[in-house]
Each structure stands twice: as C-alpha cells, then as structure tokens.
C-alpha cells in the first residue's frame, strides 16, 4: 500500500513542472488566429452594412408611429370616454356607403354616459 501512494506521489511530483510550462503557439497558428479574428470583422462589417437600410426603416417607421399617436391619441381618449367598456359591443360593421356601425350587445348593461366630460365648442376638444 506504501509503495503505492509512494508511486503516485512521485507520478504527480514529476508532471507538476509539466502543468505550470506554457503552451507554446507556433507561429503559423498565431497568424491563423488574427487571420480568423480579421474574418470575424468582416463578417460583423458586412452584416451591419446589410442591416443599415432596415435599421432606417425601422427608425422611419417609429417617428411615423409617435406622429400618429400624437394625432390619434386625443381622439381615442375621447371615443374610450364615450363607451363605458369595449367588450360590451360587437364587431365594427361597415356598410356600403363607407359608414361604420359599432353595435352594443343585447346582454351588455345599461349604458350611463360620463357627464363630466364636456367638448369645447369652439375647437371640438374634450377637456380631461
């Protein structure tokens, strides 16, 4: 048993400076890395040149939606003000002359309309 843990031991004395050596990289493979590391630049290059155009887009389109928000946002405050709750009315309909009917279901409750919101005559805004 003795001499067992002594073999072991020296086994793992011997391989001790084997662990703390450095890997040495030759030359060819240390110009494979920069070689690899210059293709990865490329790459990411050439994909952020494809992804310019859509990232414009993307751009354009979020400044058409803040207008349209701006333009819209007061007058869907003013339609939610004027129905109590939306699933109380069916699907829009709209008819052929380009009229659109929003019905109240049969079985939604009595409808009581908010008197605190009142338009303003002369500019048709609603004061929140």
């Known amino acids: 048993m003795k001499q067992i843990i002594a073999t072991t031991a020296l086994v793992a004395l011997t391989t001790l400076p084997l662990a703390a050596q450095?890997?040495?990289?030759?030359?060819?493979?240390?110009?494979?890395?920069?070689?690899?590391?210059?293709?990865?630049?490329?790459?990411?290059?050439?994909?952020?040149?494809?992804?310019?155009?859509?990232?414009?887009?993307?751009?354009?389109?979020?400044?058409?939606?803040?207008?349209?928000?701006?333009?819209?946002?007061?007058?869907?405050?003013?339609?939610?003000?004027?129905?109590d709750d939306i699933r109380h009315y069916e699907t829009p309909e709209v008819l052929p002359n380009g009229d659109i009917i929003i019905r109240r279901n049969s079985d939604a409750p009595t409808y009581v309309p908010r008197l605190d919101i009142e338009p303003d005559v002369e500019t048709g805004e609603i004061e929140l």
Request: aromatic share 2%; hydrophobic share 45%; glycine share 8%.
């Open 22 to 83: 450095e890997a040495e990289v030759p030359e060819d493979m240390s110009e494979g890395f920069s070689l690899m590391e210059e293709g990865a630049k490329l790459l990411l290059r050439g994909l952020m040149s494809e992804m310019e155009p859509a990232i414009d887009d993307l751009k354009s389109m979020t400044d058409e939606m803040a207008t349209l928000g701006e333009t819209m946002g007061p007058a869907l405050i003013a339609l939610m003000a004027q129905i």
